[in-house]
């Protein structure tokens, strides 16, 4: 190749220095950008997702303040001691997936969940809820969930029980007519319980019970097992309570019941260490080959012996029912002095055993049932169920990522409003409820109290919303049953209670989802 010599000035390579120098600070800046961009996302990372304790699946994180994403994003406040030992892991994580930061006292809180009975304990705080604000406790409960109250509370389904010792003369009564009842002895603190002769039991010992034992339990490759229900009191003034309906806790004793020794708890009582149904010879293939859950897997074991699993079921939701019922007036007189009465809600377990006959027997009513997987990781899908179908049906697990704080009446509005909660049409159009005078025009529309309504909604929600949870009170009625409901029928019940059995009498007329 020829050059022409004028052109071949010697000539630098590559940029002059200024190009160079621009070009360097361009690319120093951009990097400098990025790295900010990268630290600023970083730390707004981890302001919300820092962990608690070492189970990186169930972390939830932690409230900050001042960001329009944490002023947005709903606020739990787990109560409990030792709260980050793995206890309440499905607890936080579930609260986590539905969109929750964690947050104390101090933080700005939509929820608390209180490990313990909250209403001692925090007593300034539960005088001064607000009225978005949700608590997992209701004032009142322990009359359901202490032993003696709930034993001593002549409440079918519950085996005969006497409270110690002023019970003492009734107690002796009865053992001398029915000389062959064993009795178990239990106190409201004290968990283990013994069978033991009339000579051995201790008529003087104060905060017990004496209770009929059953002696006849049903057993399964010969042990005898209990069956815990998941049930979620939504509202006490009007009473609402939803059972989990598809999914129970089944626990073995560890030992085979026959023959009875009554030194060796493990043959008739269920502790930590029980057998779960997967270690069962007659269930295992339910549980296992089929994939059932814990409640078909009792189901196809039921109909392999010839017997209706409806017909425990039935039983169990007419005990859940009676209790509620039964500690009706101690549940309103407990809430009478809080402002806020829609603030509580409650997840309780009840606990049954059945006999050779599938009768059900109440045994107890735990509150904060145990939610722990550390012995048996197969709990985990129930335990996290659980708490899912108890936040929804509340309306704490919501598909709305705004704090509940923060809800607008629009918000409320896009899930229910005014219109959802309409009933009767053609009567409350018609010209015998033109005024509100007859009572059977008490729930259009226009005979509503404000507050009426509001429960309406709340109702209208919780339906909604129930998932697996089926309410078993006010009781599903058929749809046959609501075309002919009987406003009158009603007239022992509360006036706000007999409004919520006429609309969800009402409901089922209209739409069968509200039926049984
Ligand atoms: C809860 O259950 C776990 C394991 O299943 C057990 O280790 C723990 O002691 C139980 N806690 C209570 C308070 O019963």
């Not at 949700?134 to 002549?154: C, E, M, Q, R």
């Not at 507050?451 to 697996?468: C, Y």
Request: proline share 5%.
């Amino acid at each position: 190749m020829y050059h022409n010599p004028s052109m071949v000035k010697p000539k630098r390579r590559g940029l002059p220095p200024h190009v160079l120098y621009v070009l360097a600070s361009a690319l120093g800046l951009g990097l400098l950008v990025i790295m900010w961009n990268v630290y600023q996302l970083k730390a707004m990372q981890e302001a919300h997702f820092i962990g608690h304790g070492p189970y990186p699946g169930a972390q939830v994180a932690e409230a900050s303040g001042g960001t329009v994403d944490s002023y947005r994003r709903p606020v739990v406040w787990i109560h409990a001691k030792h709260v980050n030992s793995g206890y309440l892991k499905h607890v936080m994580a579930v609260f986590e997936r539905a969109g929750y930061i964690r947050g104390d006292a101090q933080s700005s809180w939509d929820v608390l969940w209180a490990h313990d009975y909250p209403f001692k304990e925090l007593s300034a705080v539960m005088a001064t809820l607000k009225p978005y604000q949700k608590v997992n406790h209701f004032p009142g409960t322990g009359y359901i969930t202490n032993k003696v109250y709930l034993a001593t509370s002549d409440i079918a389904y519950i085996p005969k029980a006497f409270q110690m010792p002023n019970q003492r003369d009734a107690f002796l009564l009865e053992t001398k007519q029915n000389r062959d009842t064993l009795w178990v002895q239990k106190s409201s603190s004290h968990r283990g319980i013994k069978v033991k002769s009339v000579e051995e039991l201790d008529l003087y010992a104060p905060n017990t019970f004496i209770q009929q034992y059953i002696s006849n339990p049903y057993l399964i490759d010969g042990k005898k097992f209990d069956l815990g229900f998941y049930v979620t009191l939504t509202s006490v003034d009007p009473l609402r309570v939803y059972v989990l309906h598809d999914e129970m806790l089944v626990r073995f004793c560890p030992t085979v019941y026959n023959p009875i020794d009554f030194a060796d708890v493990n043959k008739y009582v269920v502790g930590d260490d029980y057998t779960p149904v997967w270690k069962m010879p007659s269930l295992q293939k339910y549980y296992q080959e089929y994939n059932y859950n814990f409640m078909e897997t009792m189901n196809a074991y039921w109909r392999s012996k010839g017997n209706d699993p409806e017909h425990v079921y039935r039983q169990i939701n007419e005990a859940i029912r009676g209790v509620f019922v039964s500690k009706y007036p101690q549940l309103v007189s407990s809430l009478q002095r809080h402002e806020n009465k829609r603030v509580f809600f409650e997840l309780m377990r009840f606990d049954f055993v059945l006999d050779e006959e599938l009768n059900v027997f109440l045994m107890e009513v735990n509150m904060s049932p145990n939610l722990s997987s550390a012995h048996f990781t197969d709990n985990i899908h129930l335990y996290e169920r659980v708490v899912y179908n108890v936040l929804s049906v509340n309306g704490v697990a919501r598909n709305v990522p705004f704090s509940l704080k923060n809800s607008d009446s629009k918000e409320r509005g896009m899930q229910v409003s005014m219109k959802e909660i309409l009933v009767k049409s053609d009567l409350c159009s018609s010209k015998s409820c033109s005024t509100c005078e007859q009572e059977e025009c008490r729930i259009c529309y226009k005979c509503l109290q404000p507050p009426q309504k509001m429960m309406l909604q709340d109702a209208f929600l919780e339906h909604n919303n129930r998932r697996s949870m089926r309410r078993v009170y006010p009781e599903a009625i058929t749809h046959e049953q609501a075309k002919n409901y009987d406003i009158s029928s009603d007239g022992s019940l509360h006036e706000n209670d007999q409004i919520m059995r006429e609309w969800f009498a009402a409901k089922c007329a209209q739409d069968l989802s509200y039926c049984q």
